[in-house]
């Protein structure tokens, strides 16, 4: 535990910097946003950076060339919800996916936006994501590393916690193949050819090598993974466990073709909807004949 706690605290202070260390820090990144804007990284306003220290995390970026090594393996698959307000924060969080000790072709990232009511704000807010997936593309040199999946606007509600467009999300693009993902990008993978998959919110992140300790960890059949988690509610590290209030959607990855098999959803799983991950997650640990704990804090819940 105390090593998994040393992780945690590397990754804050390598991650984070309080409002006065960023002002500092901004007048030093001119140069560099500048090299980066010439890749079209547009990202570079106080706001967007959001306490950020997208400096040293371009660092890091260029200290990892093993995450450009070609992969064959399906790969494992990020579904990440987000809105307006959050997208700054995708930059951490994406960044953070990058570094999972494998080659970077072993991870996709698949953007959606939720709880939006406004049509005008949700077609705003969808366009920024695709500038920003575009951008984070070029910086880490791999296109359709990320991408925005082409769902219609709805109106879902604040209620609903983002899972109604999850279960679109889901039912479109992972369980189906719809074609208008290719249509969109032709030349990406389609999310229905993911491995595993990942339901997360794109404010948190995870340490350093984690996909790479997960696969180590796992048996070659395995359709139910959780793992060990640092959360916000509680400023806590926590020893999960596949139950309501014991862990995060984030802290999980599933097997897609076990997914698919047997149609999990979350909006059809009772009238509270801010316990839909939670019975979700145990719903899951009920059927499935293969899941693995692993015991390593590997995921941050901001």
Known sequence: MNEERGWFEKIRTQMELNASELRRTIARQEVEFERLEKSRITWRS???????????LIELVRQKPSILLPGSQPPTCMLVRTYKKKIPELLKFSLSASFSGLPLSQVKLYYIVTGVNDEEEYKATVNDLDVFSKSFNNLVGMDGFSSVLPISFGATGDRDFGYNFTDIALRDYFYGKSP?????????????????????????????????????????????????????HWEAYLDT?????????????????????????????????????????????????????VKRMLFVHE
Do not use: Q
């Not at 106080?46 to 040293?56: A, D, I, Q, R």
């Not at 990855?253 to 019975?279: E, V, Y």
């Open 46 to 56: 106080p706001e967007l950076l959001n306490e950020f220290n997208m400096h040293g």
């Open 180 to 232: 208008k993902y290719n249509d969109k990008y032709p030349h990406y993978s389609h999310p229905n050819d993911c491995e595993f998959i990942i339901i997360t919110n794109g404010d948190n992140y995870y340490l350093d090598g984690w996909l790479k300790f997960i696969k180590e960890a796992i048996p070659a059949v395995s359709e139910f993974i959780y793992f060990n988690m640092y959360s916000h």
């Open 241 to 293: 466990k596949p139950v309501i209030s014991s862990i995060d959607l984030g802290a999980a990855m599933f097997n897609l073709t076990f997914l698919r098999k047997s149609s999990f959803f979350f909006t059809n799983l009772s009238r509270d909807s801010w316990i839909w991950d939670g019975i979700f997650i145990e719903k899951v640990n009920l059927t499935s004949k293969h899941t693995t704990k």
